[in-house]
């Protein structure tokens, strides 16, 4: 099995800045996508944003992000310890939410997907 544990959450003001890492362990498949996504109270979960593994341990995978959060976000990983980071800077309110990683992989078109427990990020002053 797979597990994933956050870290990294907790209280900001606006403008401010937190890191969340998330550490995957288990048997994990080699091509694969980690992010992260997030819910706030009364919506829908939606991605942040999430990077592909790429071809080796020193590539860096692609990224993709949504739009509310470019230009102040960056996601990384560290495939040699499947770890995901995700850099968060001049957060706003409006990022308030659950922060939950994801990881998954795609083999002959089913996808499989793993979920970390959640990390609560509250920007407020």
């Known amino acids: 099995q797979v597990q994933l544990v956050e870290s990294g959450g907790g209280l900001v003001q606006p403008g401010g800045s937190l890191r969340l890492s998330c550490a995957a362990s288990?048997?994990?498949?080699?091509?694969?996508?980690m992010g992260w996504y997030r819910q706030a109270p009364g919506k829908q979960r939606e991605l942040v944003a999430e990077?592909?593994?790429?071809?080796?341990?020193?590539?860096?995978?692609?990224?993709n992000y949504a739009d509310s959060v470019k230009g102040r976000f960056t996601i990384s990983r560290d495939n040699a310890k499947n770890t995901v980071y995700l850099q968060m800077n001049s957060l706003k309110p409006e990022d308030t939410a659950v922060y939950y990683c994801?990881?998954?992989?795609?083999?002959?078109?089913?996808?499989?997907?793993?979920w970390g427990q959640g990390t609560q990020v509250t920007v407020s002053s």
């Open positions: 990077i592909t593994s790429g071809r080796s341990t020193n590539y860096a995978g692609s990224t």
């Open positions: 994801n990881l998954f992989w795609t083999i002959l078109s089913r996808r499989s997907d793993y």
């Open positions: 288990g048997s994990i498949f080699g091509v694969n996508t």
